[in-house]
């Protein structure tokens, strides 16, 4: 028996390894049919698609007031996805983008980079999808309930109801991201129509000072020495209030704990808001350059 079992288990060798030989170095896997992907709603057509900025100027009461309402019209958004949760600094939402505006769609699922990497476009049907405002901030989701008093925001929708309402199109390209991103204007850092108008964008900030790096401090310590709202570290900058403007970092952010860049830096993420409050969110380390 033992005899059989050892010609068994060397036949096994012989075959496996016939089969990787015959793949080759070159061996890539196949490319996935673009007209029939294993994610979102192959089935939504281009029908009535709108800008991000005419949707938010549509909704503006809505999302200025921090509070949410339904998409009950048959209309559509298409966009640039380029910011997404591979790093964990960005948690269960994406962000959007298009040559006029900019978004976050909140989604509550894990692991949205493997199918929504940053240059994936993607279209939405916002039918029966909610919008509003989440310290003005605004966003494309489900409904949030507060378990402790009942109260309703905008919030997550689940992955079932996002996979049937998006559709990606077309190959990643991650150059049509960096295209989209645009330089921030410090002059304007206390501007409410410019937060406006921006908040939710790619964009780039030059020649800044992280305050409080020293070449020891980290982006988002948790270990008590610094103030944490939602396990999040807002980390100021040299010659602005942190009422206007934070590098806003995750504890949970892969990154938390390197050590933040000393000296003058040019960074790039997701400019997002809370209330008057530009809040950056780096996507990586990456996103932080010596200043040119």
């Known amino acids: 028996m033992k005899v059989i079992q050892t010609i068994k288990y060397a036949l096994i060798l012989c075959i496996t390894g016939l089969i990787t030989s015959c793949m080759g170095s070159d061996y890539a896997a196949p490319q996935l049919d673009q007209s029939n992907l294993p994610y979102g709603n192959n089935a939504i057509q281009e029908t009535q698609v709108t800008t991000i900025k005419k949707l938010k100027?549509?909704?503006?009461s809505v999302?200025?007031?921090s509070n949410y309402t339904q998409i009950n019209e048959d209309?559509?958004?298409?966009?640039?996805?380029?910011g997404n949760d591979e790093q964990g600094n960005i948690y269960q939402e994406i962000s959007l983008q298009d040559s006029t505006g900019a978004l976050l769609v909140s989604i509550g699922a894990g692991g949205l980079h493997g199918y929504l990497p940053v240059g994936q476009e993607i279209l939405v049907n916002l039918k029966g999808l909610y919008i509003g405002g989440y310290g003005e901030q605004c966003e494309v989701g489900g409904i949030y309930v507060n378990t402790t008093n009942g109260s309703k925001s905008i919030g997550r929708m689940d992955r079932y109801t996002w996979e049937s309402h998006v559709k990606l199109i077309n190959t990643v390209d991650p150059s049509k991201?960096?295209?989209l991103a645009e330089d921030f204007d410090g002059s304007k850092v206390k501007d409410l129509t410019y937060l406006k108008d921006n908040s939710g964008k790619l964009m780039t900030i030059h020649n800044v000072t992280l305050a409080d790096a020293d070449g020891k401090a980290v982006y988002a310590p948790n270990d008590g020495s610094v103030q944490l709202t939602s396990n999040c570290a807002n980390r100021p900058f040299q010659g602005y209030s942190s009422q206007n403007l934070v590098l806003r970092t995750s504890t949970y952010a892969d990154f938390a704990n390197a050590i933040m860049p000393t000296?003058?830096?040019d960074i790039t993420g997701i400019f997002t808001r809370f209330r008057n409050t530009w809040q950056i969110l780096l996507r990586s380390t990456d996103d932080i350059t010596p200043a040119k």
């Open 63 to 65: 999302i200025s007031q």
């Open 57 to 60: 100027d549509k909704y503006s």
């Open 177 to 179: 991201a960096s295209k």
């Open 263 to 265: 000296g003058k830096v």
């Open 75 to 82: 209309v559509q958004i298409k966009g640039i996805v380029t």
